[in-house]
């Protein structure tokens, strides 16, 4: 089984077309996905880039392009009108939810992906996020105290550097066999990797 290495911020409404995609590519290919949410703000400062949809030029073409992929996949997205919208807080409980509790975290990040860019919601309004979370079944008090965890913020720390690290620029990107691919226009290319056959080492104990 191979696997995809898919690092995301839920502010990029390109991760939103990628998310659903590369969920039908891993099914098709019997690959397992290894969700790596990051903090593209991080990454951009790190590495001089930029969001296309902070250049006037770029954002009209890029509402155009995201409509040309919606509909090549069947994969409804609407922009959603509070944007820009500052995703620290969201993709921390992310990440809190992957690492105790693992079980809920694909329906979460599903519901936060549709709220973002599905059927938008005020992800910049604190109420309406604990709105979210209560919506989901889980506890506010909890993710209050997520916020705020060191482990969570280590954590996704981490993930944003080791991106930076791969020469991660933008999201959606996605790794396959150590093979970086950026963007939803790539995903041919992550689709032909995963077609290709796995490659087994062996190592030979001479005695």
Avoid: C
Avoid at 116 to 134: A, C, I, K, T, Y
Wanted: glycine residues 6%; hydrophobic residues 45%; charged residues 20%.
């Amino acid at each position: 089984m191979k696997v995809i290495e898919f690092y995301f911020d839920l502010g990029s409404p390109y991760s939103f077309i990628g998310f659903h995609r590369i969920q039908t590519l891993a099914s098709q290919y019997q690959a397992e996905i290894s969700w790596k949410p990051m903090l593209l703000g991080g990454v951009f400062k790190a590495t001089g880039n930029s969001s296309p949809l902070m250049i006037p030029a770029k954002a009209r073409y890029s509402m155009l392009d995201l409509q040309r992929w919606s509909k090549l996949w069947n994969i409804p997205i609407q922009m959603n009108p509070y944007f820009p919208i500052n995703t620290l807080q969201l993709m921390r409980i992310i990440v809190a939810v992957k690492l105790f509790q693992p079980e809920q975290f694909l329906g979460v990040l599903t519901a936060f992906f549709d709220a973002m860019f599905g059927q938008p919601r005020n992800l910049n309004d604190q109420n309406e996020v604990m709105q979210l979370v209560s919506e989901l079944g889980l506890e506010s008090q909890q993710v209050a105290l997520w916020l705020d965890d060191e482990k969570v913020k280590s954590e996704l720390k981490v993930i944003t550097e080791e991106a930076i690290e791969r020469g991660v620029f933008g999201a959606p990107t996605w790794f396959v066999d150590d093979e970086m691919y950026w963007g939803v226009d790539h995903l041919h290319f992550v689709e032909d990797a995963l077609a290709q056959p796995a490659v087994e080492f062996s190592k030979s104990i001479h005695l």
